[in-house]
Nanobody, 121 residues
């Protein structure tokens, strides 16, 4: 069974840093794009960073210069380094990974369980 296991969330003061990780486990034929999304209470889920299999990244202006996404293909893992955190970054963060589990079915999106990030003094 394929799973995405997230870790690294928590409580941090404004200006602090956190590093999230997400590892895909199970019977996986290939991994496509990987990314991180977040959802604050009462708001829609939004993308904060995506990365292609060859390392091309897309980061929105709201977090550009503060958030960095990277991946380790050998470990089936994607990371989100978050620096200079602000209270408005408080949300549940979800990883999203496009996986090829059955080659005849094509790639499909999988989601992590979510990890809480709280930025507060």
């Amino acid at each position: 069974q394929v799973q995405l296991v997230e870790s690294g969330g928590g409580l941090v003061q404004p200006g602090g840093s956190l590093r999230l990780s997400c590892t895909a486990t199970g019977s996986i034929a290939a991994i496509g794009a990987m990314g991180w999304y977040r959802q604050a209470p009462g708001q829609q889920r939004e993308s904060v960073a995506t990365i292609t299999p060859v390392g091309l990244t897309n980061i929105p202006d709201s977090v550009k210069g503060r958030f960095t996404i990277s991946r380790d293909n050998a470990k089936n893992t994607v990371y989100l380094q978050m620096n200079s955190l602000k209270p408005e970054d408080t949300a549940i963060y979800y990883c999203n990974v496009w996986l090829l589990v059955r080659p005849t079915h094509g790639y499909a999106p999988y989601w992590g369980q979510g990890t809480q990030v709280t930025v507060s003094a």
